[in-house]
């Protein structure tokens, strides 16, 4: 079956940088888009960044452009997050997700997910 499996959250200070990985197996996922999403503590989940397995084209929430980097590694399966300059409000639980057919900013519209790493940045 489909599995999503995020790593490299952790506790980093205020302008440091962290790459959140996840790696996917179960399918061949060329035809996937594949996103990021987090959810701080009381507030809604919300789209972080996406984009197609085997494309080049790549899709940002406003918040994030410019400091974060969604890529992927074929030969590992791997989808990542680079995320640079963190802010104390990047603060989340960082989850991938994978869907058909088209990019979505919508997280109920994707079919896939992973469990989720804690990203805390510190001031």
């Known amino acids: 079956q489909v599995q999503l499996v995020e790593s490299g959250g952790g506790v980093v200070q205020a302008g440091g940088s962290l790459r959140l990985s996840c790696a996917a197996s179960g399918r061949t996922f060329s035809t996937y888009y594949m996103g990021w999403f987090r959810q701080a503590p009381g507030k809604e989940r919300e789209f972080v960044a996406a984009m197609l397995w085997s494309g080049s084209n790549t899709y940002y929430a406003d918040a994030v452009k410019d400091r974060f980097t969604i890529s992927r590694n074929n030969a590992e399966n791997t989808v990542y997050l680079r995320m640079n300059s963190l802010k104390p409000e990047d603060t989340a639980v960082y989850s991938c997700?994978?869907?058909?057919?088209?990019?979505?900013?919508?997280?109920?519209?994707?079919?896939?997910w992973g469990q989720g790493t804690q990203v805390t940045v510190s001031s």
């Open positions: 997700a994978a869907r058909r057919t088209r990019p979505s900013t919508n997280w109920d519209e994707y079919d896939y």
